[in-house]
Each structure stands twice: as structure tokens, then as C-alpha cells.
């Protein structure tokens, strides 16, 4: 089952259940989903999002509920963090599992190895790498640096 099924097939569960707070949820993955979809129609004329797009519009999400929920547990507004935190949740289920901070460690280290690399002019193609291999496993935003304190 492809993660668009699997994601119609969750909406369909929410419907059925009244699960209203899931079921939004649910559509709000499926938008950005279609949106992603529209923008590549128009940039480059490629209409399929892969898993891979997919992963990353839902990483996308998850970090901007947790920003939103960190901001709204900051000013005192519990309830809508609270919301914003169970949006995260329903988000996580589809994400692939994410990699300790060990086993991130470990692949940077086997990419290194395996593309050559030996300076910062390489950090692209490192990369580029692990973001084809683990894509929706790690936050890319923390393992740049990482490469580059490797590499530097």
C-alpha cells in the first residue's frame, strides 16, 4: 500500500469514526500533498510527487506545528498548542521513524566513505546522498552542519 493509499484509506477510518480533529488533519496532509503536486505541474511539467516529495512536505508540516505550538505554549494558549501537538501526532504516523542521533552519525560517516569526500567542496554531494538514502529520517537541518564540522 502506497502512502496515498494508506492516507485515503486513514481519512475514510476518520470519517466513519467522527474522528473530527483527525479528520481535518488528515485533509490539511492531502492539500499540501495536491499543492506540491500543482507547483511541479507548473515549475518543471512533472506532475508525480514521489514518497520521497511526500516525506518531505510532511516534515515540512510537522516542524511548522511544532514551531506553532512552541509560540502558542509561550503566550499562554495551552489549548491551541495542545491542538497544534496532535496535529504532530497523526503527521509522525506517516513519516518513516527517525534515526537516533547514533545512527545519523553513522550514516554521515558511511556516506563520507562511500562518495569520497575529503572537503567542504564535497559537502553537496554528501548531501545530496543521504538525503536520496534517508529522506524522512533525519532532520536535514541539523545533519548540514554536522557534515560540514566533518568535512571543515
Known amino acids: 500500500m502506497t502512502l496515498r493509499e494508506r492516507l485515503q484509506a486513514e ?17 490539511l496532509i492531502t492539500s499540501a500533498i495536491k ?30 506545528r511544532q514551531e ?8 499562554g494558549r495551552a489549548e491551541l498548542a495542545a491542538k497544534e501537538l496532535a496535529e504532530v501526532a497523526v503527521i509522525e504516523e506517516f513519516l518513516t521513524r527517525q534515526m537516533s542521533a547514533d545512527e545519523v552519525d553513522a550514516a554521515i560517516t558511511a556516506t563520507i566513505a562511500d562518495t ?11 548531501i545530496a546522498a543521504l538525503k536520496a538514502a534517508y529522506t524522512g529520517q533525519m532532520d536535514f537541518g541539523a545533519v548540514g552542519p554536522a557534515v560540514k564540522a566533518r568535512l571543515g
Do not use: N, P, W
Not at 35 to 40: H, L, P, S, V
Not at 44 to 59: C, K
Not at 116 to 126: E, S, Y
Open 11 to 27: 481519512m475514510k477510518d476518520a470519517m466513519r469514526a467522527k474522528a473530527a480533529d483527525r479528520l481535518s488533519t488528515l485533509r
Open 35 to 64: 499543492d506540491r503536486e500543482i507547483a511541479g505541474r507548473s515549475d518543471a511539467g512533472v506532475a508525480e510527487v514521489t514518497e520521497a516529495d511526500i516525506f518531505v512536505v510532511l516534515g515540512k508540516m510537522m516542524k511548522q
Open 68 to 75: 506553532s505550538a512552541r509560540a502558542f505554549a509561550e503566550g
Open 116 to 126: 569520497g569526500a575529503t572537503a567542504l567542496k564535497d559537502m553537496g554531494r554528501v
